[in-house]
């Protein structure tokens, strides 16, 4: 491996903004697929309503099936009137009523500052953790997830700028488990009927759960991606997606997983023999070139932010040569960029 994949700048490029998509395809299943073939080393064009053309009978798809929850709150210092935005991270295990969140302006407010939120419920600000997380405190016995549902607004990623994009957009159509502050973004493309028509051919599905944070999306800062701590995320194999994705793999089918969020899931349950176990971690396992994959056959996902760990992820399991010409393809060609663009089938 040599020593100059592991240098942050490999992994920049330039996006002319206006690639940058501001809303979802509809029918979503109508954004654009690029196919890229790993050991041809080709790229094709298609849409992603025709995936079923590159996907076998007896192919297992793995799913992600968490659900964006409304993390972000509004209200006002207990002793002034500024509006303060508190945008909920995810809560400790060991104390439901404390969370982990992003306080907006942070400076304003200090460690003991109470804030009142809409419904007149008031929330303690206290100590400050990495990277300007703060972690707050909820009044004792306060059902959060109750209070969002109340309250809260689902957060859209900062560079999508239209203010009439309603929360529905931004959940898969199989969204269940409550817990990601950000959408599995490859999953945005599947219908309803679209899956429907992969069940009829014979691919195979299979569920699980990974929590999508905001470190996911974080630029890598460090001159050398080794240097980099990706923050933690929950996720959860259960023991029939185990069952299914062995079961694969002993019969030489494909595992095809929908998102980086299902690759960083199921490499991170691998056991020792590369077969899938189930269970729940908070995994912190980031997979940049140089990492050796056990479990994941074929990956769909989206094009992904400069610098950012997905990309890494991408050019660890494609190649960074063939990755970065799919990206200046893609460029060309005007594809659709980031969480409501357009996608990608590596296989």
């Keep these: 491996m040599s020593e100059g994949l592991f240098d942050t700048r490999l992994y920049d ?15 979503r299943d109508s954004s654009r697929l690029m196919v890229i073939d790993r050991k041809k080393k080709t790229l094709y064009h298609d849409i992603f309503r025709s995936i079923m053309e590159h996907i076998n009978p007896g192919d297992l798809m793995v799913m992600n099936n968490t659900r964006v929850i409304p993390a972000r709150l509004f209200g006002r210092k207990k002793s002034g009137t500024a509006i303060i935005e508190v945008f909920l991270l995810g809560s400790l295990e060991t104390d439901q009523d404390r969370w982990k969140a992003l306080v907006r302006p942070g400076k304003r407010v200090k460690p003991g500052t109470f804030i009142v939120l809409e419904n007149g419920l008031e929330i303690e600000i206290q100590e400050s953790l990495d990277e300007g997380i703060r972690m707050v405190r909820f009044p004792e ?14 957060p859209l990623p900062p560079y999508i700028h239209r203010e009439d994009i309603t929360p529905s957009l931004y959940q898969t159509v199989f969204a269940k488990e409550h817990g990601s502050v950000a959408a599995p973004t490859a999953s945005l493309h599947f219908t309803e009927s679209l899956l429907e028509r992969m ?9 699980l759960t990974l929590h999508v944070g905001l470190g996911t999306f974080r630029p890598v800062k460090e001159t050398d991606i080794r240097n980099h701590n990706i923050h933690e995320e929950f996720c959860e194999v259960p023991r029939e997606t185990a069952f299914l994705v062995n079961k694969a793999i002993d019969e030489g089918r494909r595992v095809i997983a929908v998102g980086t969020t299902v690759v960083r899931t199921l490499e991170s349950m691998k056991d020792e023999s590369g077969k899938l176990r189930a269970g729940k971690v908070n995994t912190s396992l980031f997979i940049y070139p140089g990492y050796t994959f056990s479990i994941v056959d074929a990956m769909i996902t989206n094009f ?19 990755t970065f010409r799919a990206y200046e393809t893609a460029i060309r060609e005007k594809y659709r960029f980031f969480s409501f663009g357009d996608a990608m089938l590596i296989k």
């Excluded at 069940?199 to 569920?207: E, H, L, T, V």
Aim: avoid cysteine; charged fraction near 20%.
């Design 199 to 207: 069940r009829n051919k014979g691919i195979q599905f299979a569920w």
């Design 304 to 322: 992904h932010l400069p610098k950012s760990t997905l990309l890494m992820l991408v050019s660890a399991f494609t190649g960074r040569e063939l």
């Design 13 to 27: 490029y330039e996006l002319p903004p206006e690639l940058i998509a501001q809303q979802p395809m509809d029918p």
């Design 141 to 154: 016995g306060t059902h959060v997830m109750d209070l969002l549902d109340e309250i809260g607004q689902v």
